[in-house]
């Protein structure tokens, strides 16, 4: 009998990539994610480094040129890509989409369990109410930080950590129309790939450009106010607040404390101005999936964690960097009859992932060290 399909569990980057990669090698894969498919979801900006955008043009088939115009995010007066020292800021929607093409993507499949007998393995998945199974010889799973396929596998608590770190971090979205109405300061955001950062004391503010809309003549932006958790700051670290009503209420007392802020800063964070914005409260985690469970649960169960679900620095950090760069080596270790040599992968991979996760949470604690008011601009 021939071999099902390859399983992947998630329309995310790292996922995408994988399947992407397959399909370049002729290797037979279906994508399933859990929500429908929409072209503008995560409609924002992340910043991908040159070794990393690099690395995708080969599968995708695609010239520097191209992927810079298709995917990069541009500065609203100059046009130029927001790029610096190779680092280039992409369209994380338009990223999605150049990914998908040709990608075989089972949408509105949200995957709940796995159960294995001594013939067949299968995944189950819920779509709207009613269920629906599939054989797998591999699945791989890259369903992101709160991976339900990692829970399906039942790791013991000493091969996982999931840490939740102690920052507050709220995060707002704005659009603003015409582009006559962006203040010049604000502009300085669309300048690098990381945007700006300002320091006041313990609080850092950032301000990162997420695109452009030429044809709408609108420009939109992210930025997050983070600082060291406080006492009495339990029911935002637990996500014991699920009214957004209060967060948005939270988010805006706190904007309101600080005093003296440098343009652009003082007309983002402004109370007033932040009327219409989308207004989010981020949690701060970081965790490991040890890899001799890895390589356990992809020889005995044939499942393999992949990008977020098997290791994840907190946001923004590098994850989606290291989920393409996962993606890419894994899919040279997959053969054309489906078979996995995951020691190699593992020996090309894994001794990263506890690195890159120690310093995102170093940069993390440096970001927030006292100071007097600093810009890094
Ligand atoms: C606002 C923001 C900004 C960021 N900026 C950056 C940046 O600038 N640079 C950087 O490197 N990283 C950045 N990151 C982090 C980066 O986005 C993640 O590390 C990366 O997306 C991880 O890729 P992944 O494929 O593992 O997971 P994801 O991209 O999260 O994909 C997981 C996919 O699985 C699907 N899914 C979940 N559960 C199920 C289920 N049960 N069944 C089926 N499908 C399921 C989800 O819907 C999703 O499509 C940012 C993250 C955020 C939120």
């Not at 006492?231 to 600080?258: C, H, Y």
């Not at 169960?301 to 923004?316: F, Y």
Request: aromatic content about 6%; overall charge neutral; hydrophobic content about 40%.
């Amino acid at each position: 009998m021939p071999r099902p399909p390859i399983a992947i569990i998630g329309a995310g980057i790292s996922g995408l990539t994988l399947a992407r990669c397959l399909r370049r090698r002729n290797i037979p894969a279906i994508v399933y994610e859990r929500v429908k498919d929409n072209p503008t979801r995560n409609n924002y900006g992340i910043t991908l480094r040159h070794d990393t955008w690099k690395s995708l043009l080969e599968p995708l088939q695609i010239d520097e040129r191209d992927f810079k115009r298709q995917l990069g995010v541009r500065h609203p007066k100059t046009d130029a890509v927001v790029e610096d020292d190779g680092a280039l800021r992409v369209n994380r929607a338009a990223l999605t989409r150049v990914l998908q093409e040709g990608v075989d993507v089972k949408w509105e499949h949200k995957s709940i369990d796995l159960s294995a007998t001594n013939d067949t393995r299968s995944a189950k998945f819920d779509r709207n109410g009613s269920s629906e199974a599939i054989e797998y010889g591999l699945l791989v799973a890259a369903d992101g930080v709160h991976s339900a396929t990692r829970s399906a596998l039942k790791l013991k608590q000493s091969d996982f950590e999931m840490k939740t770190l102690p920052y507050v971090v709220f995060n707002g979205k704005r659009r603003i129309k015409p582009l006559s109405q962006v203040p010049e300061s604000l502009l300085t955001a669309f300048e690098k790939p990381d945007g700006i950062v300002h320091r006041h004391g313990q609080v850092a503010l950032s301000i990162k450009g997420d695109f452009w809309d030429s044809e709408k003549d609108s420009v939109a932006i992210s930025y997050t106010l983070s600082r060291p958790a406080k006492d009495g700051d339990k029911p935002l670290i637990e996500r014991n607040i699920s009214d957004a009503e209060k967060l948005a209420a939270q988010f805006k007392d706190e904007v309101a404390a600080l005093k003296d802020l440098p343009p652009p800063f003082d007309a983002v964070f402004n109370k007033d101005q932040m009327i219409g914005d989308r207004l989010l409260h981020w949690l701060m985690r970081s965790s490991l999936v040890d890899s001799d469970a890895l390589q356990k649960s992809a020889s005995t169960q044939g499942v393999l964690l992949l990008g977020d679900a098997a290791h994840a620095q907190p946001i923004p950090g590098y994850g989606a960097n290291t989920a393409i760069a996962d993606a890419i080596e894994l899919a040279r270790h997959i053969s054309p009859d489906g078979k996995i040599d995951i020691a190699k992968f593992l020996q090309a991979r894994a001794e990263s992932w506890a690195g890159d996760k120690e310093s995102a949470e170093q940069d993390l604690s440096n970001l927030h060290n006292a100071g007097t008011s600093q810009s890094m601009l």
